[in-house]
């Protein structure tokens, strides 16, 4: 196995509040790992500590056996890792062209028009919007435009931060059918952040759970929807009834004050 990203024994927090707890994970090339749990659990500060934007305290990430620790985010996105951040974060007065050329900073004038063609055959949707500002697209249309933009840099290693968040199902399903697209014709390396579990490990070759800023189960979906806890706690499902019982929810919330 080829491994594309490591993350070793990653501590991180804001001030003086510890967010990462000592989390390590291995992202294997060509393949998508979902990374699962709960609001505040640690997922985006994982995101914005690897490409850059948050300042790792201890530990160490590397990129295709190259570190990248503490590097800043455009040195990061030139070594082949690009964020599609939670909420898009669209340049909202911008045209989506613009925001894909803004995407393609880094690449040669040839090489920006191929991407664009890429994205477009990506989502076609783009195309028709494509001189539309960004700001007046439907959330659906501004998560295709904040993925195309991701891609006009031409990643090894794509990071998606709630790509389904905000959306309907329908549009979810395009959002999910594009990436499962992008590794099996592309071979990109995608590490998908999510709280839809079900939709998460529906797509993914590897997953892990996160909770209080602490990886604390990995394995297969295959592997991790056997499980009782993930049963429960993620797919919403439990052996008598397969619906979640408010005894299950206190349970939970007793161990999230433990793992604290």
């Known amino acids: ?107 040669t004038r040839a090489a920006l028009a191929e991407r664009r063609e890429f994205v477009f055959g990506l989502f076609p949707k783009l195309h028709d919007r494509r001189e539309q500002v960004a700001g007046y697209l439907s959330g659906g249309e501004q998560q295709m435009a904040a993925i195309g933009r991701a891609l006009m840099s031409r990643p090894r290693l794509l990071a998606l931060d709630e790509p389904s968040l905000g959306l309907a199902p329908k549009v979810v399903s395009e959002i999910f059918a594009a990436i499962r697209r992008l590794r099996e014709e592309t071979g990109t390396t995608i590490l998908l952040v999510e709280q839809n579990a079900t939709r998460a490990l529906a797509i993914a070759d590897y997953a892990y759970i996160m909770e209080n800023g602490r990886v604390v189960l990995d394995g297969t979906p295959q592997a991790l929807s056997r499980n009782a806890d993930v049963r429960e706690f993620y797919l919403g499902l439990n052996s008598q009834s397969g619906r979640i019982s408010m005894r299950d929810v206190k349970h939970y919330r007793r161990r999230k004050r433990w793992l604290s």
């Not at 707890?21 to 709960?38: H, K, Q």
């Not at 996105?77 to 995407?103: C, H, K, W, Y």
């Open 1 to 107: 196995m080829s491994v594309a990203l490591t993350v070793d024994n990653l501590s991180t927090g804001y001030g003086r509040i510890e967010v990462l707890r000592a989390v390590s994970l291995t992202v294997a090339r060509g393949e998508v790992v979902a990374l699962v749990g709960a609001n505040g659990a640690g997922k985006s500060t994982l995101l914005n500590t690897l490409i850059g934007a948050v300042r790792p305290w201890s530990g160490a990430i590397a990129l295709d056996g190259a570190g990248i620790t503490g590097l800043q985010p455009e040195a990061v996105v030139s070594r082949g890792l690009a964020l599609v951040p939670e909420r898009r974060q669209l340049f909202g007065d911008m045209t989506v062209e613009e925001n894909l050329i803004v995407g393609a900073h880094l690449q």
